[in-house]
Nanobody, 124 residues
Framework: QVQLVESGGGLVQAGGSLRLSCAASGLTFSDYLMGWFRQAPGKEREFVAA????????YYSDSVKGRFTISRDNAKNTVYLQMNSLKPDDTAAYYCAADYLGGIGTRVRDYDYWGQGTQVTVSS
């Protein structure tokens, strides 16, 4: 059974940092493009970042480019999202997702498995 478990969310002041982790099990991690998405109340789930299977290709949404960094450790079956210079607009539930043999993966429908999410709240 595939499981993706996010951790690291919390409450932080604007300008602060958080590091999210997503631990995967039940799959061959290196076969999956990994992505991070977020969803704020009343809004659609939106793409944040994605990293290719070996970490050679990385993609960011324009809204987080230059502030967030995605990385992965295939030996630990874990993907990370380092979030710096956080803004109140970054407040959302953050989800990691796995896309089997995926290429780019910026759309929700590209992904096969999803975690339960971790809440990030940025106060002004």
């Amino acid at each position: 059974q595939v499981q993706l478990v996010e951790s690291g969310g919390g409450l932080v002041q604007a300008g602060g940092s958080l590091r999210l982790s997503c631990a995967a099990s039940g799959l061959t991690f290196s076969d999956y493009l990994m992505g991070w998405f977020r969803q704020a109340p009343g809004k659609e789930r939106e793409f944040v970042a994605a990293i290719s299977r070996r970490g050679r290709n990385i993609y960011y949404s324009d809204s987080v480019k230059g502030r967030f960094t995605i990385s992965r450790d295939n030996a630990k079956n874990t993907v990370y999202l380092q979030m710096n210079s956080l803004k109140p607009d970054d407040t959302a539930a953050y989800y990691c997702a796995a896309d089997y043999l995926g290429g780019i993966g910026t759309r929700v429908r590209d992904y096969d498995y999803w975690g339960q999410g971790t809440q990030v709240t940025v106060s002004s």
